[in-house]
Structure formats: structure tokens, C-alpha cells
DNA sequence: TGAATATAGATTACATGTAAACTATATTCA
DNA sequence: TGAATATAGTTTACATGTAATCTATATTCA
């Protein structure tokens, strides 16, 4: 039997439609893995990975930002980033003001206390990273990261398709 | 300027803090666009990602199979299940029926609906599978498959950390 | 046998992600 | 200038994902 290791995984009697389908379910299974090890880590700070992600965005931009310009960054869709500063704001990691000059636009401000939580988890956020993925090789993680970003390269085509 | 792709489209100022972190970055954001755009193929008929999923799982199975069983091949949590099956089932693509020797065990069965839906989407599923990563080489999606299952060895050993 | 424990699944509570429709404000251009 | 259009963000409705807790049923083992 030549079943691969992601069969095993999965469990699946048959072999997979096609060799793309067998990297697309790769890449998703990965990634979920990924984001659930992370996510109980910044789980114990009381923030999920979204609202780590936003933080960290703000903190990278070093000012305030528009709502709509964090989601850009997030991949995610507009009415979610609502509800997502919603609860920063109530923890008091981030505050929120309309600016003065076009009223549409509100303004997100990462507080000290978002500052000082984000450095807390900067150590054991590093070293969860180097458990996860540090055992590839340098070489290796740069073909990694080149094969997934051509394999991104394709998803903005498919897009004007529909 | 040494910025590479994943840089840009983050509108990231500053590298990454390592490579490790790059790579995960990487594959997080590349499961999260495949699966927005398989989830708006699915969604054309009707299904989400995940009950796409169970489907999947159902008919690769060819028998009925209990809840928990097909939670355990989803890398979803158990409560989510209940209600995963509970749409499904309204939708009349499963029937769930509690087994005679062990009362606590629900068998959910797969309906001729479902069959038959499955089989129109297996036509357009490919072809977009291969338009999202087709232009990889053999070679290449033979790597990512390698490098991403590798990848994913480190994640259960990172769990017993915990 | 019967109490302790394990297992299958459901319920509840909450954060997230998506779509569609809406409000308020700006901009464009005939 | 003022109607049409665009933009920023919110609201609503629903599917999902996670954790904690609960119920019903099985199993184990003193």
C-alpha cells in the first residue's frame, strides 16, 4: 500500500482525486493545526488569534489606523472587524475615535496596557514557533515559503473568474 | 529593499521576527484564501466548507458513521458536530438514526440528495483545485506535500507540552 | 453486584467569519 | 449646485469553532 501520511491522518480508504487536492487539503489541515496550537497559546493572555492579529498590526504601524485598513491586513471581511475592536476596546487594549476630518472615519489606538500584554507574549509566541515549524531546515523553510506564495499567486485569478 | 511577497501583502513595515515565524505566517494565510474561495464554490450549491466536509467524509466511509467518528476526521471539536449534522439533516443530505447495541452512538447515514449533489459539484471542484495550485509542478506540490507534512509532525509533540 | 469511571453526544455561552442591507458622510460631475 | 455615486463603518442574520458542563448509557473492577 502506498497510502502518504495525510491519508493515514484523514483515515481515507481511497487515494485522493489529485495530487492538487491532496496539497490543497495539506495546506488547510496545516494551517488549522497551526492556528488551534497558537490560538490556546494566546488563549491563556485572554485574547484569540484575531484580536492578537489586530493588536499586532497596530503595534507594526506604530499609529492609529482606520477599522476598514486593519481588516485589509486580515484577510477578513468588513462586518467582522466590528465586533472584533468591540471586545478589544471593552479589555481596554485598544480605543477608538472618529476622525475630525472625514466623519466616516474612526480611528484605532492600541493603549499601554495592549503594549505591555504584547510584550508578555512575545517570548513564549517566539519559542511556540521554533516547537512548531524550527525542526525544518533554513533551506527547507525557504522553499516552503516560496512554494506557498507562488501557490497563492493563483487565488487572485480565480477571483475575477467568478 | 529586501521585502519579499508576503511582506507586501501584509503592508508589513518591518521583516518578520524570524523565519519561522514567515513560514507560519505563510501557511495560515494560504489555507485561509483557499479556503475562501473553495467555501464560495461550495456555497453555490448550497453547502458550506465544513458540511462539504462531512459529505466527503460519509461517502469516502461508503457506510453510516457515528458522530464523533466523523468530528474525529474533521479536526473540528465535538460540539460542533451536533449542530453541523443538525443543518445537514434539515437540509435532507443526512439522516441520523441511534444505534440498537450502544444507545449512546448515532449513526448519521448519507442520503441519495446527497449523493446526488456530491457528484454535481466533483466536476467543478476539480477544475478548481487545479486552477488554485495546478500550475505547480509535479516536482513541486510533491515537495509542499513532503514540507507540509513534516511540518505538521511538530504539532502533537507542541500539545503534550501543555 | 454496584459504585466509580469512561464514552457518545447534546447544550450553553461566547468569539468568529460571511452576506446583505443600512446609515452617514464625501466626492464627482453634469 | 445638487443628484448620482463612492466610501467607512454598522447592523442583522446565520454558520462555524471553542470551552465548559450536562445527560444517558456502557464498562470496569473491587
Redesign the pocket.
Known sequence: MTMNQLQRELKKKQAFQSSEVEAILNVLRTGDQFQ?RL??LF?EYGL????YNVLRILRGEGNPM????IADRM???????????D?LEKQELVT?ERCH???????VTLTEKAVRLLKEIEKPGLELHEQLIGHLTRKELKELNRLLTKARAAVRATESDV
Open positions: 488551534n490560538g490556546r488563549r484569540t488569534c484575531s484580536q482606520p477599522s476598514l485598513e484577510v477578513q471581511v468588513v462586518p467582522a472587524i466590528t465586533g472584533l475592536i471586545r477608538r476630518k472625514d466623519r466616516r472615519v474612526v480611528y
